[in-house]
C-alpha cells in the first residue's frame, strides 16, 4: 500500500514537472516568436495616397500622361541638343544633363506608383525600398547642384562675357558634372542606410505611394529617432541649402552686374537668359521648402504632402524641357527642324 502510494506520487510529482516544464517551454517559444517577429519586417506595404483609397486610381490617367511627357519631352531635348552643331555648347550640355537627370528621378517613382494604382501592386521588399529612398534622394540633389552649375554658367556669360570661352568649356562641363555625380552618390548614402538600419517591428504599412524617407522610418520602433532624424535633417539641408545659397549669389551678382549696365535693351537681353533658368529654379525649392512645412501638418491633412511630394518629382522634369525650349530661339529652331516645321524668326 505504502509502495503504491510512494509510485502514485513520483508519478504525479513527475507529471507536475513535465507540465511545468513544459508551460516553459511553451512561454518560451512564444517570447522567441515574438522576438523574431519584431524584426521580420521584410517588406513594406506602399497603401498609396492617404484619406483617398478608394478612389485614387483616378489619379493614375494624369500622373501616366505627366510622366509619358517627361520621357518623350527630355528624349526630345537630347535628340535636338545632338542634331544641332549650334546647340554644342556649354550651357545647352548642361541642359542635356538636367534631361538625362529628370528622367532618371521620374523613372525612379513612377513605373511602382502606377503599378500600385492600376494592379494594385503595394508590397516593395525591404532592399527595394532603401534602393528607391536612395535613387530619390541622389537625382534630387543632382537636380539641385545641375541648377547650380547653369547658374554658374549665366554668371560668367553675363559678369565675365570676355572670360567666358576660357572659363566655361567641354572640360568645365566634364569636371563639374563629375564631381556633382561624385558628391550626390556619397553624401545621401547616409539616409538609406541610417533608415535600413533602424529597427521594424509589426507596423509595414505605409501611406504614401513611394519609399520617402520619413514615411518609412515613422514605422520603426528605435528608442533613438531623435538624433538620426536630426542628422538626416542637417545632412539634406546642408546639401540643397548650400545649392540654393550659391545659386541666390550668382543671381544677386548677375543683377548687380545688368543694373551697371546704360543700355536698358542690354539689360533686358542679358536678363532674358536667365529667365527660364529662374522660372525652373524658382519651382524646384519653392515645392521643396512647401513639402517641409507641410510635413509638420501632416497628422491632420496628411494627404498634402504626400500628393506635393509625388508632383515634385514628377512635374519638373515635365516642366523643365517646355520651359527651356519656349524661353529659348535655338532650342525652338532646332525643334522647327526635327518637326519638318518652318522657322518664322522669333
Not at 514537472?17 to 524584426?39: A, E, G, I, T
Not at 515645392?287 to 510635413?295: C, M, R
Request: glycine share 4%; net charge positive.
Amino acid at each position: 500500500m505504502n509502495l503504491d502510494n510512494s509510485f502514485s506520487n513520483i508519478v504525479r510529482e513527475i507529471i507536475k514537472k513535465s507540465n511545468s516544464l513544459l508551460c516553459h517551454l511553451v512561454k518560451f517559444q512564444d517570447l522567441r516568436n515574438f522576438n523574431s517577429s519584431k524584426f521580420q519586417v521584410s517588406e513594406f506595404i506602399l497603401l498609396g495616397f492617404p484619406g483617398i483609397h478608394s478612389w485614387q486610381h483616378w489619379l493614375s490617367l494624369p500622373l501616366a500622361l505627366l510622366y509619358l511627357l517627361a520621357l518623350s519631352a527630355n528624349i526630345l531635348i537630347l535628340i535636338i541638343i545632338n542634331r544641332e552643331a549650334t546647340l554644342h555648347q556649354p550651357k545647352y550640355y548642361f541642359l542635356g544633363i538636367l534631361a538625362m537627370v529628370d528622367m532618371g528621378l521620374a523613372t525612379t517613382i513612377m513605373p511602382k506608383i502606377l503599378a500600385i494604382l492600376w494592379f494594385n501592386a503595394k508590397v516593395i521588399s525591404f532592399p527595394q525600398c532603401f534602393v528607391q529612398m536612395y535613387a530619390i534622394h541622389c537625382f534630387v540633389a543632382m537636380e539641385s547642384g545641375i541648377f547650380v552649375c547653369m547658374a554658374i554658367d549665366r554668371y560668367v556669360a553675363i559678369c565675365r562675357p570676355l572670360r567666358y570661352p576660357s572659363i566655361i568649356t567641354g572640360s568645365f562641363v566634364v569636371k563639374t558634372t563629375v564631381f556633382m555625380a561624385l558628391r550626390n552618390s556619397l553624401t545621401t548614402i547616409p539616409t538609406p542606410v541610417f533608415a535600413a538600419q533602424r529597427q521594424y517591428c509589426s507596423k509595414n504599412q505605409i501611406e504614401h505611394c513611394l519609399c520617402s524617407n520619413l514615411g518609412v522610418t515613422s514605422l520603426s520602433c528605435d528608442d533613438d529617432k531623435t538624433v538620426k532624424s536630426i542628422y538626416q535633417l542637417l545632412l539634406a539641408w546642408t546639401l540643397m541649402g548650400s545649392d540654393l545659397g550659391l545659386i541666390i549669389l550668382s543671381y544677386a551678382l548677375i543683377l548687380q552686374s545688368v543694373l551697371k549696365l546704360n543700355s536698358a535693351e542690354a539689360a533686358s537681353k542679358a536678363l532674358s537668359t536667365c529667365t527660364s533658368h529662374l522660372i525652373l529654379i524658382l519651382f524646384f525649392y519653392t515645392v521643396i521648402i512647401v513639402i517641409s512645412i507641410t510635413h509638420s501638418a501632416a497628422t491632420t491633412i496628411p494627404l498634402i504632402p504626400v500628393l506635393l511630394n509625388v508632383l515634385h518629382n514628377v512635374i519638373p522634369p515635365a516642366l523643365n524641357p517646355m520651359v527651356y525650349a519656349l524661353k529659348n530661339k535655338e532650342l525652338r529652331q532646332g525643334l522647327y527642324k526635327i518637326l519638318k516645321l518652318d522657322f518664322k524668326g522669333n
